[in-house]
């Protein structure tokens, strides 16, 4: 199958987010498969033209009455033969930043860049003699693809490619003065039927939603959440509505990244047969972190966005947050690495100081994200809600025992403890309160000293799980043939 992968961003190119994780895992697992995948993204100011090969040939693209002219750039997924073209616009991506910057958050033109994208995709197919059975979009950015395959003339020879579109986090959705309809290319006529409209302002993502052949989103759960108004961010109706053509599933684990028995950071590789040498990384961090090197104290670890979606509040909230009575009242050591909200930062700072068993690293380290998976016993995630998550995956792999909230892909991956059968690969909670999280953080640690027999037993069993691209990437060809076959049974 020949697949073309419109993204805003993926690695090693560009990432603000899981995202660009997904993409070109994605790629790789579905050309292992034996197909024909290539990706197109912006040349963003950061990638350097230097590393690329340019195809000859300026490219114009029609959107409206306006011409713009683009040059197109080539490289591959490192390690492959997977083609990644960047599409480079200079006024629209020739400045720092993907989606905004420091002094403009979101970029009032976004509109018009991503629309040039999206519109590039095609001209580049066209260019190449290459046109695609499958277009996989990606988030509100490119969620203009599948609309320009259901509704615009201007693209007749791809009438037997088929769209899937996938929404990774529906809480952000290109919502956009409706002055910016212009910048689609599209008749009037179709702001309305196309499903642009939104309370008199324009909704990328819901035309998305509204057009594609299929939906998919990172996990099961979420996939059903999200048709709920309490987390359907008001696309619930719509999913509802469309919930036949949607799919949840899981984004995989990168295991050449991600495994105990290669990481390249960690100090002492192991395996479910050698867990002793995880204790010996758990020394390692206690001693790295300035904390007492005791094997029999549990150490909690957390590496997280430190946002409101993150259960931040309810956990590190001033003078109500969990963590403070977690760290006077119950024998563990706590270590945090995160940033975000000004005030979560600086309240965690203030706390680790009157701590003795909190440690805070606030920004982001690699190398200490492999240490806290590979030394902690226990992974403290209580998210407000969680489309995917991959740390609790992490988690599992690395023998570290989640705490999660039941909610989206926490709810897919971990299975909550039997006190009475050691089964099970982690601790859930059902409530997002300062109680809850306490009491559960409580639990752990009374099984933790009561029952190592059944901390080992959990151990062993998260270890064991496939969470492995190449299972994701058969169920997204399932979506895919799906797609096209229905794409063809309509055009006939």
Known sequence: MRILMITSEAVPFAKTGGLADVVSALSYSLKKLGHDVRIVMPRYYRIDKKNLTPIPGAMGISIGDKEYWTEVFESTLPASDIPVYFIDHEESFG??????????PDFNDNPKRFSILSHAAFQLCRKQHWIPDLMHAHDWQTALVPVLLKFNTQYLDFQETASVFTVHNIGYQGIYNKTHYVDTGLDWMYFYSAGFEDWDRMNFLKAGLLSADRLTTVSPTYAQEIQRPEYGFRMDGILRFRKEVLTGILNGVD?????????THISFN?????LAKKAKNKAALQKYMGLPQDEKIPVFGMITRLTDQKGIAELFGPSYGAAFKMCTDINLQLIVLGAGDRWCEDELLALSKRLPNLRVYVGYDEKL????EAGSNFFLMPSRYEPCGLNQMYSLLYGTLPIVRNTGGLADTVENYNEQTGDG???????????SIYNTVNWAVNAWFKHPEHIVKMQKRGMAKDFTWDTSAKQ???VYQEAVENKILNKH
């Open 95 to 104: 400045r720092d930043g993907l989606y905004g910057s420091a002094f403009e």
């Open 255 to 263: 295991t050449s990244v991600w495994n105990p028995k290669t990481d």
């Open 270 to 274: 192991y395996t479910a047969r050698s």
């Open 369 to 372: 994200s492999h240490w806290i």
């Open 425 to 435: 690969t982690g601790f859930v909670l059902n409530l997002l309160t300062p109680e």
């Open 476 to 478: 997204y060809l399932a």
